[in-house]
């Protein structure tokens, strides 16, 4: 994931679950990360498919009200077994990845805007797909 206009990139790994349309990214909100999705919700999303790279641009809102945390929550324990629960307009968890800073989380979701395909072999020609 990547953003941040007038500081430059800031690209860091992240845990991010599909949600029909959309992801949901958790973040601890004294990081980098939440600062910069605060300050410029244009972000993108990388992931290796194997058979192709998938880059997706879009922009990040906050989820703060319970039916859409509950959302993220299911996302998150389908996608990437990981349990979270909602607590207030955050989420929390018994573990986290150990560069997360750890619970409570905020959740963005990320809506689609664009998404770029690169294949891996010579198996397509590099596509894309535009949301606008």
């Known amino acids: 994931m990547s953003a941040g206009a007038g500081s430059g990139p800031h690209v860091r790994p992240v845990f991010a679950a599909r949600t029909g349309d959309s992801f949901v990214v958790a973040s601890n909100p004294g990081t980098r990360k939440t600062a910069v999705l605060r300050r410029d ?3 993108s999303v990388a992931i290796d498919l194997k058979t192709m790279h998938l880059v997706v641009e879009g922009r990040a809102a906050r989820l703060t009200g319970e039916p859409d945390l509950r959302r993220a929550t299911a ?3 389908a996608v990437l077994s990981w ?3 909602v607590e207030g307009d ?4 018994p573990y986290a990845a150990p560069s997360s800073g750890g619970p409570p989380f905020e959740v963005y979701e ?3 805007l664009r998404a770029y395909a690169f294949p891996t072999e010579d198996q397509f020609e590099p ?4 949301w606008e």
């Open 127 to 130: 596509t894309r797909w535009s």
């Open 90 to 93: 955050r989420l929390t968890s």
């Open 110 to 112: 990320i809506r689609p």
């Open 41 to 43: 919700p244009g972000c």
């Open 83 to 85: 349990p979270t629960e």
């Open 75 to 77: 996302a998150f324990d």
